[in-house]
T-cell receptor, first 117, second 111 residues
Framework: GAVVSQHPSWVICKSGTSVKIECRSL??????MFWYRQFPKQSLMLMAT?????????EQGVEKDKFLINHASLTLSTLTVTSAHPEDSSFYIC?????????????FGPGTRLTVT | GESVGLHLPTLSVQEGDNSIINCAYS??????FIWYKQESGKGPQFIID?????DKRQGQRVTVLLNKTVKHLSLQIAATQPGDSAVYFC??????????FGTGTRLTVIP
C-alpha cells in the first residue's frame, strides 16, 4: 500500500516550453502533497506544499508563477514548469503523507528527471 | 537557524560489517525524524522513524538512535549488504509534514 506514482519518469524539452508533471497517490487519498527538487549529488529541497482544493504554499525563493501547482483531487497533484530554461533541469520528486498514529511518514514518488535543452 | 546536516558525506564498509550513519540537527523543538534511503535515479524510500520522546527504535536490521542532549541522530545498519549501497538522508519534520532533508551520506558496501 501507500504507493505514489509520477508521470513522466523523464522528459526532455526545449527552452521556453512548458512541462507538466503528474503525481498520483494510487491507493490512498492525500489532502496534502509535496513537491521537491533535487540537483545532482545534492539533497532534496522542498519547493511547495500542494493542498487539495486550495492554493499551494511555496517555499521562499520558489517562483509561484513559474512552478504552477494544481491539486485537483485527493489523488492527483500536478506541477507545471512554465517557460522552462536549462537551469530548471533537475530531478523533481513528489510525496504524500499517509501515516497514521505513530508515523507521520511521507511516501515518495519515483521522481521525474527534467532536461531542458 | 534550522539545519539538519550529516557529519560524513561518504562511508565505505565491508559486506557483513555494521554501518553507522550520523546526522546532526539544530532545532531542539523538532519532535519527529525519519531516515530515508535513495538509490540512484529513484525517489527516497522510508527506512525508519522516531519521535522525540524515544531514544531508540529498531526495525529489521536497522536501528535509529536519538540523542536530544546533543541533537544527534544515527542510523545503524547491521550486517550491511551490497543492496544497502545508496545515499541515506535524515529528515526533520518541521511540522505539518514539512520535511527538511539533510545533506546525505553515500554508503558504499565493499563485497
Amino acid at each position: 500500500g501507500a504507493v505514489v506514482s509520477q508521470h513522466p519518469s523523464w522528459v526532455i524539452c526545449k527552452s521556453g516550453t512548458s512541462v507538466k508533471i503528474e503525481c498520483r497517490s494510487l491507493d490512498f487519498q492525500a489532502t496534502t502533497m509535496f513537491w521537491y527538487r533535487q540537483f545532482p549529488k545534492q539533497s532534496l529541497m522542498l519547493m511547495a506544499t500542494s493542498n487539495e482544493g486550495s492554493k499551494a504554499t511555496y517555499e521562499q525563493g520558489v517562483e509561484k508563477d513559474k512552478f504552477l501547482i494544481n491539486h485537483a483531487s485527493l489523488t492527483l497533484s500536478t506541477l507545471t514548469v512554465t517557460s522552462a530554461h536549462p537551469e530548471d533541469s533537475s530531478f523533481y520528486i513528489c510525496s504524500a503523507g499517509a501515516g497514521t498514529g505513530f508515523s507521520r511518514e511521507q511516501y515518495f514518488g519515483p521522481g521525474t528527471r527534467l532536461t531542458v535543452t | 537557524g534550522e539545519s539538519v546536516g550529516l557529519h560524513l558525506p561518504t562511508l565505505s564498509v565491508q559486506e557483513g560489517d555494521n554501518s553507522i550513519i550520523n546526522c546532526a540537527y539544530s532545532n531542539s523543538a523538532s519532535d519527529y525524524f525519519i531516515w530515508y534511503k535513495q538509490e540512484s535515479g529513484k525517489g527516497p524510500q522510508f527506512i525508519i522513524d522516531i519521535r522525540s520522546n524515544m531514544d531508540k527504535r529498531q526495525g529489521q536490521r536497522v536501528t535509529v538512535l536519538l540523542n536530544k542532549t546533543v541533537k544527534h541522530l544515527s542510523l545503524q545498519i547491521a550486517a550491511t549488504q551490497p543492496g544497502d549501497s545508496a545515499v541515506y538522508f535524515c529528515a526533520e519534520d518541521k511540522g505539518a509534514n514539512n520535511l527538511f532533508f539533510g545533506t546525505g551520506t553515500r554508503l558504499t558496501v565493499i563485497p
